[in-house]
């Protein structure tokens, strides 16, 4: 692959705040906080930071920030459009700013009072941020307002086609749960979830129940990305960027594609699997543990079939056989994810992949991690990153 | 259905004629003036050819159930739950999302016959819904 970002930067810094259901400042606030964290962690002074790059849905603006953590002059700040969809994309941004000479150290970051201030899985309404009012509309019409409604239609279809049953979707966020209960900064630290609290979640849109469905949450989580090289000056374990992409294919919408032919899979999710192989140089089976975009449990079943970890139609087995738990040959979300950790738009996936290489993980793996794989939001323009160890 | 709070499409250049065509009771499809190549949902340009010319055909309102969901939670005023969504499949070839009426949640099965009719709110808002049909 040519203009290959392959190993030209590195996550350097990983800061959160706490994750909450209510907390109690403002998104600038958590922002600022999840920044100055980040960089602390690093080892970093605010004065070399260069470039800024967020979520458009982001409240908090790069200047804003820049002036709350005592960041002076910026080459490159920028937002990144579809929601969690932009998750590693923002890492791409970075990548290529390092890369290309135009930044040298890149902070990003997504911080929102998702609980108590605008809750994604309460409806869109009027309120919708994205200017694309029209393509919403084909779906508000009729009452389509949340994530959910959107998902669950390409999610019914799979599990139709595959026959998966609802316990493989049970599996996923029990599992989950599992990881989180040992983490303190999770929503389900020390609140395990029992495959009969799973059935008896309420009903959102069929086929998925409340615990299908992530955490709503109100917190920050910020990175810093370097040169790889500049990277091992700093404080921790570089995380080394191995590949980075965003991905987007022909009939895309957001959480809506159903015009397409294939609409029992994620054509764009193996886009961006095609594209962070070729660029890594590695396959499936040098993959340690994942953080794979985790909104609903649905889109980890899928997932795992578009990274190639096994074929179509037999994740529902690669999960019954335990490979996504404890000990497992693919360890996925092991501080809990969205799904019970904290929905911070996969920027807390991004942190715990950072991690997960260092070494120093909460539930770090009994082996070896050369290499993790993270991916952005599912069913949205999205894309996948592998990080690895030097 | 009810209409108090039912979020109304934006009237715009690229959707407005679709919902004027569905007030009169017509489910209709874009199509390219160009290469006939139709489209669903409603776009400017015709990704084949780039033409921006368009008229469009008024589907037969056949179809067979693609895939569904059931909206149960969270609900929100001006729509009764709970509420089906199929995804159809014309027999024109191209799919279409809306509601499924007349039918309870449980008897919903994969490829059954639908066909479309239209359901008016008090305020005279028309909608097409999709309900279940004979064999094709």
Redo the contacts between chains.
């Keep these: 692959m040519e203009n290959s970002l392959k190993n030209q930067a590195a996550i350097a810094g990983v800061g959160q705040t706490r994750y909450s259901k209510e907390s109690g400042v403002s998104e600038l606030s958590l922002a600022s906080e999840a920044v100055a964290n980040c960089l602390e962690d690093a080892g970093l002074a605010p004065g070399e930071v260069d470039g800024m790059v967020s979520y458009t849905l982001d409240s908090s603006d790069e200047i804003e920030v820049a002036q709350c953590v005592g960041i002076g002059d910026l080459n490159m700040f920028a937002k990144i459009n579809y929601g969690g969809g932009a998750a590693v994309g923002l890492i791409q941004q970075a990548a290529m700013a390092i890369a290309s000479g135009v930044c040298n150290n890149v902070v990003v970051w997504r911080a929102m009072n998702g609980r108590s201030g605008r809750r994604m ?3 869109t ?2 309120q919708i941020v994205s200017s694309d ?3 919403w ?10 994530p959910a ?1 959107w998902v ?3 999610a ?2 799979y599990m ?1 086609t595959y026959n998966v049953p609802n316990d493989t979707l049970a599996s996923v966020a029990t599992t989950q749960r599992q990881f989180a209960v040992s983490n303190p900064a999770a929503f389900g630290y020390q609140k395990p979830m029992s495959t009969e609290d799973y059935y008896h979640s ?6 998925l129940r ?1 615990f299908d469905c992530c955490q709503e949450t109100d917190g920050g989580c910020a990175l810093l990305i370097t040169s790889t090289e500049r990277a091992k000056s700093l404080k921790q374990t570089p995380a080394v960027i191995r590949a980075v992409t965003q991905a987007s294919v022909q009939g895309q919408e957001q959480m ?1 594609s ?2 397409r032919d294939d ?1 029992a899979s994620l054509p764009e999710m193996e886009y961006a699997a095609k594209r962070v192989y070729a660029m890594s140089g590695l396959g499936p089976d040098d993959i340690d543990a994942a953080c794979l975009y985790d909104a609903f449990t649905t889109e980890i079943v899928m997932q795992l079939e578009s990274f190639g970890f096994c074929g179509r139609g037999e994740a529902k087995d690669f999960i019954a056989d335990g490979h996504i738990g404890p000990g497992g040959r693919l360890p996925n979300n092991t501080h809990g994810g969205l799904l019970s950790e904290a929905y911070i738009h996969g920027v807390n996936n991004i942190a715990q992949a950072a991690r997960l290489i260092r070494g120093n993980a909460v539930n770090q793996p009994d082996k070896t991690v050369d290499h993790v794989l993270v991916s952005s939001g599912v069913g949205v323009p999205t894309g996948a990153l592998i990080l690895g160890r030097d | 259905m009810q209409t108090a709070g039912r979020i109304k499409p934006p009237m715009t250049a690229d959707n407005g004629w679709w919902w004027e065509q569905a007030a009169q009771q017509v489910l209709a499809i874009q199509r390219c003036t160009s290469c006939e190549t139709l489209r669903h949902p409603p776009r400017p340009m015709c990704n084949r050819c780039r033409s921006l010319q368009w008229d469009f055909i008024a589907a037969s309102g056949r179809g067979t159930l693609a895939s569904y969901t059931v909206l149960e939670h969270p609900q929100f005023p001006g729509y009764q739950y709970p509420i089906a969504i199929a995804l159809v499949e014309l027999e024109e070839g191209e799919r279409i999302t809306a509601q499924l009426v007349g039918i309870e949640p449980d008897d919903i099965t994969f490829g059954m016959p639908l066909q479309v009719s239209f359901q008016a709110d008090p305020d005279g808002f028309v909608l097409p819904v999709f309900e279940p049909a004979e064999e094709n």
């Excluded at chain 1, 509309?137 to 949340?146: P, R």
């Excluded at chain 1, 309420?202 to 086929?207: D, G, H, I, L, T």
């Design positions: 899985g309460q409806g309404g009027q009012l029209i393509h509309s084909w779906y508000q019409v009729y009452g389509m307002l949340t409604s669950a239609m390409i019914h279809k139709h309420k009903m959102v849109s069929y086929p409340v809506t159903f015009y609409i």
